[in-house]
């Protein structure tokens, strides 16, 4: 069975800049994640989507992140414009149901450096 | 979902058992507890996870105690490959469905 799949594996940018990042889930699964996690500390959640519909986003910085997952299997993150707070690896999660019982399957992320 | 406490880091020699602690004094009845791991430059892996039973698997064993305000995973032989930060954390259906992690303790497994 194939993981979660994300790209590319690593970026730089200029703070200012934009910058896009990429996930294709397990096949099957509906719910996907979008975690960030900063160096030291473990990952905390930006958004869930269920199928193509968000779930929470409770805590994704609007007025700079947003995300899509248009036709409920791949999921895009785009971050514009970037500051040097945003420097962090991304990672993409999926699992079957999201159910509080469901296994999270994580992608290896994506690490972006901001200067 | 109930907060976690870990110790932050741990040392276990190659081939010992490792045991790594975790208190969730304010777990409720409904809440599970899970473990995952993360080796370096990689994202997160489940390990295992429990209701009430001591449950056990192809990677570990996980020991909650009888008032559920405790648990100890256990990798039975650890290799220089478990070499991790491991996150002890409790989900319930009461709130969010995602994972909530803390720091994790940083396990290093030594020749």
């Known amino acids: 069975e194939a993981g979660v799949a994300q790209s590319p594996r690593y970026k730089i940018i200029e703070k200012r800049q934009s910058v896009a990042f990429w996930c294709n889930p397990i096949s099957g699964h509906a719910t996907l994640y979008w975690y960030q996690q900063i160096l030291g500390q473990g990952p905390k959640l930006l958004i869930q989507f269920q199928n193509n519909g968000v779930v929470d986003d409770s805590q994704l910085p609007k007025d700079r992140f947003s995300a899509e997952r248009l036709k409920g299997v791949d999921s895009t993150l785009k971050i514009q414009p970037a500051k040097l707070e945003d420097s962090a690896v991304y990672l993409c999660?999926?699992?079957?149901?999201?159910?509080?019982?469901?296994?999270?399957?994580f992608g290896p992320g994506t690490r972006l450096t901001v200067l | 979902d109930a907060k976690t406490t870990q110790p932050p880091s741990m040392d276990c020699a190659e081939g010992r058992a490792a045991n790594l602690p975790c208190n969730h004094s304010t777990i409720s009845g409904n809440e599970y507890v899970y473990w995952y791991r993360q080796i370096h430059s990689q994202g997160p892996q489940y390990i295992i996870h429990g209701l009430k039973n001591n449950e056990t698997n192809e990677m570990a064993s996980l020991i909650i105690t009888e008032d559920r305000k405790s648990s100890t995973l256990i990798l039975p032989h650890a290799t220089l490959r478990d070499t991790a930060v491991y996150y002890c954390i409790v989900r319930g259906n009461t709130g969010r469905r995602a994972l909530t992690f803390g720091s994790g303790t940083r396990l290093q497994v030594q020749p």
């Open positions: 999660a999926s699992s079957l149901q999201g159910s509080y019982t469901d296994t999270q399957y």
